[in-house]
């Protein structure tokens, strides 16, 4: 199963469960007593002095909870699969921060989301590199954790998930690929892209080539301050989406190809970008996408 239907089936998971939880609040399946819905009958349960007579109100409560989470990340899994309605989260381009309104509104959404990431980045893990397959496969390996973000063959060249800010580094660029987190490295970053997209869903042909385009400036930019003396050091490129494996490994196919170190994408990720970041990988989605781009912005610009 590829990764865009991995993550599409976790938002039609929390719907369904928070679906299920709600009925079994109101009554209408399990052991409870069915909840009264009228105003009257409501009141009346409510009226005893007793401590029970609390219990209809949270239930009530409870059961709208669960029914607004029910509506919302439905409604996020059907955005998912049009690819459409990044701006629903409301981050900003520019600064990469969430607004408190999002948080607030849209806790069903954010709570599981931040709670599932946090979880996978602590206990990811993956097989180390090896060229060759067939010995990896009859011989075990341990497996090692995944590292928040990981340096590729090509010196000064990150991938890597939400939680790149462990790193504590001075950044030439940032290109940020998520819609459901804040920037992290703003405050340590020269230059900053936000292409927001949801998790598992890549960045179209334009914005691969932006993101790009984007990355050899931020390099040549730090360059010239270097020699200004107002940085130091050589410059360092984020690619980053929540967990470092899909949607910033397209990107960062995108932009070694740009800089001339590989003709394809098959090669910038087998030779570029996993020896240095084994679990890193491409679905049908991002492969059919960096094919467009590769036509039209490196092959069709041959032939000019």
Known sequence: MG???????????LSAISFCGYHMVMGNIGPMDPLPLSSDRLLLATSSSSQSAIMPLLRLGTATVLGYSTLLNGAVAVMFKLR????LIGKDKQRGTIPLWS???LFPFHIPTYAYTYVHTKMGTM???SKDSEAKSKNKVSKVPV?????IVQPGWWVGGCYSNQLNKQWAGIVDLTVEFPERCRPNTLRYLCLPTWDGVPCSPEQLEKAATFCIEAREEWKRLKDKGTVEGEPQILIHCAHGRGRSTTVMCAALIKMGFYSNYEEALEKGIKPGRPCCKLNSAMRKNLAEWQKIYIEGKKGL
Request: glycine fraction near 16%; charged fraction near 10%; avoid cysteine.
């Open 84 to 87: 459409m309605g990044m701006g």
């Open 103 to 105: 948080y607030l509104l």
């Open 127 to 129: 097989k180390p590199y």
């Open 147 to 151: 590292p928040v973000a990981s340096e």
């Open 3 to 13: 990764a865009v239907h991995g993550v599409y089936l976790k938002y039609v998971g």
